[in-house]
């Protein structure tokens, strides 16, 4: 190439100094250690310290001692609680409370959970780019695409939490990655199967990105042949150990259902909850009980166009806590669309689609009412069109990339969107969307799967483009962060940083 990227010409130097007797696969080593002190260092020097919603240490702690309720929830009114019977349990899937059992039995239940979910987001980089180096890419795209998901999405204000709800997303996200490693590298059906019930497990919406990895194994239990007939070409065992080692957690989630609630229902637990906090929520909230198609609004607007408010004194930029476009928070997503597309109508029509999506939600985005005022004084927060047809290009935009790769016969578009889709569709009928957050934190339970579609959009060799909207990634969510963890907490210089 005649132009060389700085971080192509950085590693190269390095590659170059070092002995000839290191092997490649000890320098990936290296790179993966490396990845895993500096993202701990970063991460922990933004977290907030221990957080007030350690349910799963109280959890843990009460395990050790023989119990699965906490015996003094009646006084953590802070603290959402499934009520059943007289006593109080935590509501969230109890994968966090396994992972921190061991460091509860040795520390106490004074240890940090904040500082637990920190080092799952170190971890979940090391796994990140153990996949990148599995998927034979090259060491600046490794270094590039493990740097855009672990600095440049929400997980990174997600993992510097620590809450009981973000610390189930960050531990789910190393759960998904570990599956996808066994599933398109290292290819173990019963491992991939039993990380993704480790998934399950911690967050529930995750057992919907299932059709990813039947996809993917395809391969090995369904051999295309007309010369066979059709029940000699299933291969049950490849499907029986999946299935083997997903099902271990389910029966366990079951189990543990059934010793609180006396139900193996997984999501009875939410139900207790609603019951319980009925009374102390706004009525609005929960009109239809906690899934209706009616809830749809509250989450799509959100996914897809909301936007920062804009103000001309400071801060300049205010975050809403109720959430910001997926494709504002990464805009590296925008890669996600193009993959399979070929020909100059495919690559026009997908750009013209991209286009009319973003410019629809800057034009009419709440959150800037000086800028809309010069259309009409009638919308002083912005335009609402009927039936939110608003959205419509980023819809017809996501159905396009899965007529491609359809029409391609792309096995992994067709899986990861699959994963997408099935996944988003029980989070858009929830009657929360997740507040409060930076982004749209229920999109972690797929956004392995949308990394890997931007993997493949971006290609072998990344060009300047690619760093270049990989670095605004970055500055993006660091503002999150700064925002967020920083300047809020002690008011810095007077205004306000975030806002509803």
């Not at 192509?8 to 590659?15: L, N």
């Not at 490649?24 to 007030?52: E, K, N």
């Not at 930076?438 to 579609?453: H, K, Q, T």
């Not at 962060?481 to 806002?499: I, K, M, N, S």
Request: aromatic content about 16%; hydrophobic content about 55%.
């Amino acid at each position: 190439m005649a132009e060389k990227t700085a971080i192509t010409r950085a590693i190269g130097w390095w590659q170059g100094i070092l002995p000839a007797t290191i092997e490649r696969r000890h320098l990936m080593m290296g790179i993966t250690c490396l990845f895993f002190v500096v993202t701990f260092f970063i991460y922990h020097s933004f977290d907030q310290g221990p957080t007030a919603f350690n349910i799963p240490i109280l959890t843990a702690d009460a395990i050790l001692h023989g119990r699965l309720d906490i015996a003094n929830g009646k006084e953590l009114t802070h603290i959402d609680w499934a009520f059943d019977r007289g006593k109080y349990y935590m509501v969230e899937p109890p994968g966090t409370v396994l992972t921190v059992l061991p460091g509860v039995a040795l520390f106490g239940a004074g240890i940090n959970q904040t500082t637990i979910s920190v080092v799952i987001g170190s971890l979940n980089a090391a796994a990140v780019h153990r996949l990148l180096v599995g998927l034979k890419k090259r060491i600046s795209t490794q270094v590039a695409l493990t740097i855009l998901f672990i600095f440049g999405t929400m997980y990174w204000w997600t993992a510097t939490n620590g809450g009981v709800w973000y610390f189930a997303h960050t531990l789910a996200v190393l759960f998904l990655f570990a599956a996808i490693y066994f599933t398109l590298v290292s290819r173990n059906p019963f491992v991939a199967g039993f990380f993704l019930g480790c998934a399950y497990l911690t967050r529930l919406p995750t057992i919907f990105t299932t059709p990813f990895f039947l996809i993917m194994f395809s391969d090995l239990w369904l051999k295309w042949s007309n010369d066979v007939p059709i029940w000699k070409r299933f291969d049950l065992r490849p499907l029986a150990l999946f299935g083997l080692g997903l099902g271990i957690f389910i029966a366990f989630a079951a189990v543990y259902n059934y010793l609180r609630f006396a139900t193996v229902m997984p999501g009875t637990a939410y139900d207790r909850w609603l019951d319980y906090h009925r009374a102390t929520l706004q009525p609005s909230a929960i009109t239809h009980g906690l899934f209706d198609r009616s809830y749809i609004s509250r989450h799509l607007p959100v996914i897809l166009k909301e936007l920062p408010i804009f103000k001309g004194s400071e801060p300049y930029i205010v975050i809403p806590q109720g959430g910001m476009a997926l494709w504002l928070t990464t805009p590296a997503f925008i890669y996600a669309f193009f993959v399979g597309a070929r020909g100059r109508i495919a690559w026009a029509l997908t750009i013209a689609l991209l286009a009319l999506g973003v410019t629809i939600g800057v034009v009419f985005a709440r959150g800037m009412p000086d800028f809309i005022h010069r259309f009409s004084d009638d919308f002083p927060k912005g335009l609402n069109f009927p039936g939110q047809i608003e959205l419509f290009p980023f819809i017809t935009l996501i159905a396009l990339a899965i007529v491609i790769g359809t029409r391609h016969r792309d096995k992994l578009v067709l899986a990861c969107w699959a994963a997408i889709i099935l996944t988003a569709i029980p989070h858009i009928f929830v009657a929360f969307n997740g507040f409060p957050q930076f982004g749209y934190r229920f999109a972690l339970d797929y956004y392995p799967f949308l990394f890997l579609l931007v993997v493949k959009g971006m290609g072998e060799n990344l060009k300047w483009h690619h760093y270049a909207i990989i670095a605004i990634c970055v500055v993006i969510n660091f503002m999150g962060v700064l925002w967020w963890y920083e300047f809020t907490p002690d008011h810095a210089r007077g205004v306000d940083w975030l806002a509803w």
